[in-house]
């Protein structure tokens, strides 16, 4: 055998783990710039005194498509939660959070841009392992899916973010908690849209920062299906398609239904759901930052707001 090929799988293998860390990098990185323009569109305060000093756990685990605007996200709740005061954003992915011994010291629980089986094993793994090995992975994670909704039913609060409903396909009862989960996105990230207040929810302070009026940008809006039913959240914001381009491809729904953000309760727990999340300039739009802290005070249980359903 000669020398070179002896080395050959070892320089390939080092070559293999350098782009790995390098994409790690860059999926890790906000855009050269977001930490300003952050900072420059964050509220100057809360909307609600924290009755005590309130913990956000933010969790942005992927075992599908991985955003790279998960990074921005971060960097503008961590700094929503510091400048405000409305509370302390712990970003973490690990899984040992969400056990019952550990759970009781968060308030509320963000899935921001989370996909498909977060507390699973990846695609590429589930691949190698025999039925025994999966039986075992689901074993594994039933007591953490108990514990996020035993948490949730208790009173405490869940926070879903733009692919949070591209989540937990295979646990109903998370579909039913978050009130929806995604089919596709007719209107891609290029796309311009029109997102209008749900009409007699202008003066609703989880919405009252759009002066009840419409925004335009760019973003990916999500089409939702089953269990979606907008007649049973209590709806906020919504694709306007009178304004938005109607020509675009994977239209499904035939009823013009395309909410965007709402607020839901699940037993005694309350439920905040925004879809807006995919491109980095939303987490530096400044009615937009404050929409989310409207819906994370809400959903926390400081900001009292009457929603009936
Ligand atoms: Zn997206």
Not at 165 to 194: C, L
Not at 197 to 212: H, I, S, T, Y
Request: aromatic share 10%; net charge neutral.
């Amino acid at each position: 055998m000669k020398k070179s090929s002896l080395h050959l799988p070892l320089a390939s293998a080092a070559l293999a783990l350098l782009l790995m860390s390098a994409e790690n990098v860059r999926a890790d990185d906000a855009p050269a710039g977001a930490a300003e323009k952050i900072a420059a569109a964050l509220p100057a305060e809360a909307y609600a005194k924290p009755a005590k000093p309130r913990k956000l756990l933010i969790f942005s685990k992927t075992n599908g498509y991985h955003h790279g605007s998960i990074a921005t996200g971060k960097l503008a709740f961590t700094e929503l939660g510091k400048k405000t005061g409305a509370f302390e954003a712990v970003v973490s992915d690990d899984l040992s959070n969400f056990e019952a011994s550990k759970i009781g010291q968060f308030d509320a629980i963000m899935f921001l841009s989370t996909t498909m089986d977060p507390f699973g094993p990846s695609e590429a793994e589930s691949k190698t392992m025999t039925d025994d090995q999966k039986k075992e992975a689901l074993e594994k994670e039933e007591p953490l899916r108990k514990s996020l909704m035993a948490f949730i039913k208790s009173g405490k609060g869940f926070i879903g973010i733009h692919a949070a409903t591209d989540t937990f396909y295979n646990w109903p009862e998370y579909g039913d908690m978050i009130g929806a989960y995604f089919d596709a996105h007719p209107w891609t990230s290029d796309k311009q849209v029109s997102i209008k207040v749900e009409p007699g929810q202008e003066k609703n302070p989880l919405v009252a920062m759009f002066d009840g009026k419409s925004v335009e940008f760019k973003e990916e809006i999500y089409q939702f299906k089953a269990p979606y039913d907008s007649s049973k959240v209590h709806m906020l914001l919504r694709l306007d398609p009178a304004k938005s381009d109607m020509n675009v491809q994977n239209i499904h729904r035939t009823d013009s239904d395309f909410g965007v953000a709402w607020a839901k309760h699940y037993e005694k727990g309350r439920v905040f759901y925004c879809s807006i999340g995919h491109n980095d300039d939303m987490y530096w739009n400044p009615t937009i930052l404050r929409h989310y802290l409207a819906g994370i005070q809400w959903a926390i249980g400081d900001f009292k707001v009457k929603t009936d359903k």
